[in-house]
């Protein structure tokens, strides 16, 4: 198993431009997340999916958005990059139910933007 | 809305002290508690989890038990390790899973 992959690794953007950032896990995990990490902050819930086709908001959604097309990809798409948007990215992936692993987090190897 | 609240940082022990994490939360369900440890460079990865009132996690020399009229999840360890210079996260899990700030831990010889 691959785990939870993301793409890309660093990415440098300007002010008012739009990308994706990619997600995809290979667990058959129901759930899948995004997380920004800033300094001091934590780790901050942008956006989640309890499977394909459901998404809701986090904490911080604003100027970000989300599909569940599959089990599997979960992409985060950055309307029109701003400064505030400088930041490391995190996806993550879990199973719901009783067992040893259930809820645990996997996460992928983040993304470092940085919106000049 | 949850909320997870942890005690602020950095902190500095030295090593074979004893330490303590202090976490809190809010959550309007009944939520699965976690602790998860970033070391330098690196993901998070879990340390320990409880699910439900009165249950203990343990990991590696690191406790936490779930208490529910307190609303809390400390992380304790009797003896810390310069290996154990981290950072630490308390999270729950309700209908989605919220990470506290952080808490930096630096042990020195």
């Known amino acids: 198993n691959a785990g939870v992959t993301q793409t890309p690794k660093f990415q440098v953007l300007k002010t008012g431009q739009s990308m994706t950032l990619q997600c995809a896990q290979d667990?058959?995990?129901?759930?899948m997340s995004w997380y920004r990490q800033d300094p001091g902050m934590g780790l901050r819930l942008i956006h989640y999916?309890?499977?394909?086709?459901?998404?809701d908001q986090g904490e911080v959604p604003n100027g970000y958005n989300v599909s569940r097309s599959t089990t599997e990809d979960f992409p985060l798409r950055l309307l029109s990059a701003a400064p505030s948007q400088t930041s490391v990215y995190f996806c993550?992936?879990?199973?719901f139910g009783s067992g040893r692993g259930a809820d645990t987090q996997y996460f992928g190897p983040g993304t470092r933007l940085t919106v000049l | 809305g949850d909320s997870v609240t942890q005690m602020e940082g950095p902190v500095t022990l030295s090593e074979e002290a004893f330490l303590t994490i202090n976490c809190t939360y809010t959550?309007?369900?009944?939520?699965?508690l976690f602790w998860y440890v970033q070391y330098p460079g690196e993901g998070l990865q879990l340390l320990l989890k409880?699910?439900?009132?009165?249950d203990k996690g343990s990991n590696k020399g690191f406790e936490a038990t779930y208490r529910k009229e307190t609303t809390s999840f400390h992380l304790e360890k009797g003896s810390v390790q310069v290996s154990d210079s981290a950072v630490y996260f308390c999270a729950l899990r309700d209908d989605k899973v919220i990470f506290g700030p952080g808490t930096s831990l630096s042990v020195i010889p």
């Open positions: 409880a699910t439900k009132a009165d």
């Open positions: 959550a309007t369900g009944y939520p699965s």
């Open positions: 667990m058959n995990h129901e759930y």
């Open positions: 999916s309890v499977g394909a086709g459901i998404t």
């Open positions: 993550a992936s879990s199973y």
